[in-house]
């Protein structure tokens, strides 16, 4: 497949993942650029080696997301606070026809970076925890610590048997 | 409906928030002569003639096929094609003496990431063109500069021949295998 083919596929989709992934959408137009500008140099290397050169660039915009936020952390705080000041407050009255999504959303802004990247994986593209741990590069074991603290943190009660004992042992680490 | 589903519906609805997709195309092909070796079709394969100038590694890895093989066309470019590490070597012997800026390198797990090296800006340069098992590429390139064909290890991967456009000189002696680039972290 010629990159120009791959862009007209997969910018689209590509740019949706990376929205939720950085909450940020004009933080996720940086990094799929980012991202696609170094693809497009390495595109021969890439379609040459890669069993799959559209998970590969997913996992690279998983990556970028996450070396992105450790490099620009102030410039992403900024962004984040701004959307959240247009979202409204996270505690906000239901009574005021708050829409519960937005709710969540706010909640899922302030998670730590490698959780809210597991979240993503599992909850938008519906990964399991050996394709997460595979983007994240981590154990599976890992990635269920990462998923049942952000639930956590999001106050969601998973139905996923594997979500509460990973929470119940790390809750008995402590 | 449950939290959960609420979480995969609030992430399908911000998904939705997505922009910017027509700046990114716009800064793809502002790139495009940094990069645009991908999209390139320069070089019309009907115009490639070859004039019997042809240098092929011989049996010395089994089975009785070459390894490798360097063969000049008529219209100047050269088509390479490498099918096992070991012939490196002997390629680029042949290279050197077709005077093309051109260096076949292993991809290998310990060489250090090519990202952050000097890739030449200009669009003077004529970019590969792989057909198949091969590549052909045009002796335009930058003076300062060569372009890299990197030679995998690994069997059954796409062509095992990929290339990459003109990179400062001098020129590394390997490249990173993105299977094993920690930058990608792609699983093994």
């Known amino acids: ?174 | 409906m449950t939290e959960e589903n609420v979480l995969r519906d609030s992430l399908a609805l911000h998904a939705e928030r997505r922009q910017g997709g027509q700046e990114v195309l716009a800064a793809l092909k502002n790139a495009e002569p940094v990069r645009g070796r991908g999209r390139t079709g320069l070089i019309a394969a009907g115009a490639l003639v070859a004039t019997g100038v042809v240098v092929a590694g011989s049996a010395l890895w089994g089975g009785g096929s070459a390894a490798y093989a360097v063969t000049r066309n008529a219209d100047g470019t050269v088509t390479v094609s490498i099918e096992d590490v070991a012939a490196i070597g002997p390629a680029n012997e042949e290279l050197r003496e077709f005077g093309l800026r051109v260096k076949a390198v292993p991809m290998t797990a310990d060489c250090p990431s090519l990202s952050g090296a000097g890739s030449y800006r200009g669009s003077d340069w004529v970019a590969p063109n792989r057909t198949g098992n091969s590549v052909t590429l045009s002796p335009r390139i930058p003076e300062g500069y060569t372009v890299l064909l990197a030679v995998s290890r690994h069997p059954n991967r796409g062509s095992g021949l990929g290339y990459t456009g003109p990179v400062k000189d001098p020129a590394p002696s390997c490249l990173l295998d993105p299977a094993d680039d920690p930058e990608y972290r792609t699983p093994r």
């Open chain 1, 1 to 174: 497949m010629e990159f120009d083919d791959f862009v007209a596929d997969r910018l689209d989709p590509l740019l949706r993942y990376a929205t939720v992934l950085c909450y940020d959408p004009h933080l996720a137009k940086d990094v799929v650029q980012e991202v696609l500008l170094r693809a497009q140099q390495q595109w021969p290397r890439i379609t040459a080696t890669a069993d799959s050169p559209s998970a590969y660039v997913k996992r690279m915009v998983t990556n970028e997301f996450l070396s992105w936020r450790r490099r620009a952390a102030n410039r992403e705080v900024g962004a984040s606070l701004r959307t959240l000041d247009e979202l409204g407050p996270p505690t906000a009255d239901r009574t005021r026809h708050y829409d519960e999504r937005e709710d969540m959303l706010a909640r899922l802004a302030v998670l730590p970076r490698r959780q809210r990247a597991a979240l993503v994986l599992r909850y938008y593209e519906g990964c399991d925890d050996a394709e997460i741990a595979a983007v994240l590069g981590c154990r599976p074991g890992t990635v269920r610590s990462l998923v049942s603290r952000g639930l956590a943190t999001l106050r969601i009660r998973s139905h996923s048997p594997a979500d509460e004992n990973s929470l119940s042992l790390t809750k008995e680490g402590h």
